[in-house]
């Protein structure tokens, strides 16, 4: 069929041109009307186009075929000895993660499109960089975690600030409230769609990119009024339990692992005190760690009444995390002409075991009443 045609085009590019993308036309007419004929390096670059294009259409193929309607999900018994990435240009990037490194984005195919920034309309606001990409795919991908109405803040792909509440604009208060100074030039994150309540709190600081399912005519007309701000409605939440797969270059390859798609409920859970947690203690645990999923370790956060109120992140030490979570929530009262730290009564929640008992010690002495870690270290007994 076609894909064979391509390739054997492309294997004899010393006599034949070989076009898969209409953006080349014009330069292949231009060589034949001045040149009578196209180059070698122009064939051999056009052959290259061609064998990149049916690469990707058998990646795309096989890995429909090897689907077993996990979507895309490894497993154990499930790892490809061959595994291939194929992907489309959606569009050049101004930049990469800085000014001097060139980027793209590059669209998939898939057979489920998971709904997030590569699948959203792009209302209005400037384009997109690659730090904008990025941190709005790590904020949709946070509150996609709850059922209940939820806002998350994220600075740098780490969330700053993430509330619940089932009126949004109160929400909005507590994810604001946790680190105001922080959220700043930050990408806001909702998981209903935008009202213009909200609308018009989000628009009283500076924000460089909302994303929901979608804004009402009102909320719309608000955000107007910000024409630098980017506002992307995706029509849908990505399923949190869904699996899939995650890759990281290294050099000379590229890890594989499934998408972190486990979920605690209470079920799950293990009290190991005397003191059995209360009903909202548990709540606000089962909040903290969903969080924490979405935090870089090490991540510590504490949270009260569905809202963080300190966030610790990317420490080398456990102990630090929890320390820097503290001392911002102090801070924070502190500037706010509060009596007392939102620490006190709160819970906190560990990415990872406590390999010492330090760190629950200093969430003890900060005033969280609560600890909920995985577990599994040596001295889970201390």
Not at 80 to 92: A, V, Y
Not at 131 to 144: Q, R
Not at 279 to 298: G, Q, W
Request: proline share 4%; charged share 20%.
């Amino acid at each position: 069929g076609g894909p064979a045609m391509i390739r054997a085009a492309a294997k004899n590019h010393d006599f034949v041109t070989i076009v898969t993308d209409a953006d080349d036309y014009a330069s292949v007419i231009g060589d034949i009307t001045q040149h009578g004929g196209t180059s070698t390096a122009t064939r051999r670059r056009l052959a290259a186009k061609a064998y990149a294009h049916t690469a990707r259409y058998d990646a795309t193929i096989a890995n429909w075929m090897l689907d077993d309607g996990n979507n895309d999900s490894l497993s154990k018994d499930s790892l490809p000895k061959e595994f291939s990435i194929g992907g489309g240009l959606k569009e050049i990037l101004r930049y990469g993660e800085n000014s001097h490194q060139h980027a793209a984005l590059y669209a998939m195919g898939s057979r489920d499109q998971r709904p997030g920034v590569l699948s959203a309309t792009q209302i209005q606001g400037k384009p997109l960089s690659y730090n904008n990409i990025n941190d709005t795919d790590a904020a949709f991908e946070l509150v996609a975690e709850f059922d209940t109405p939820s806002i998350a803040i994220i600075k740098h792909a780490n969330p700053c600030g993430v509330a619940s509440h089932d009126a949004m604009e109160q929400a909005w208060d507590a994810a604001l409230r946790a680190d105001p100074v922080s959220a700043f030039g930050g990408i806001i994150a909702l998981n209903r769609p935008l009202t213009e309540a909200v609308a018009r709190k989000i628009t009283s600081i500076f924000t460089e990119v909302i994303i929901a399912p979608d804004a009402d005519d009102a909320a719309r007309q608000v955000l107007a009024e910000k024409p630098n701000l980017r506002l992307l409605l995706t029509g849908a939440m990505p399923d949190p339990s869904a699996p899939g797969v995650i890759v990281k270059s290294v050099a000379g390859g590229f890890l594989a692992q499934g998408r972190d798609h486990g979920r605690i409920s209470r079920d799950d859970l293990n009290c190991v005190t005397s003191r059995k947690p209360s009903d909202a203690e548990i709540s606000d645990m089962l909040f903290a760690m969903k969080v924490a999923k979405h935090v870089k370790s090490n991540a510590i956060v504490y949270a009260r009444g569905g809202a963080t109120v300190g966030i610790g992140a990317g420490q080398m030490s456990r102990l630090d995390s929890s320390r820097i979570a503290v001392r911002k929530a102090e801070d924070l009262a502190r500037e706010a002409g509060l009596d007392q730290s939102p620490v006190i009564g709160s819970v906190v929640a560990s990415d990872a075991f406590f390999p010492f008992a330090d760190g629950m010690l200093a969430a003890a002495e900060a005033g969280a009443t609560a600890v909920i870690q995985p577990g599994g270290s040596i001295r889970d007994d201390d």
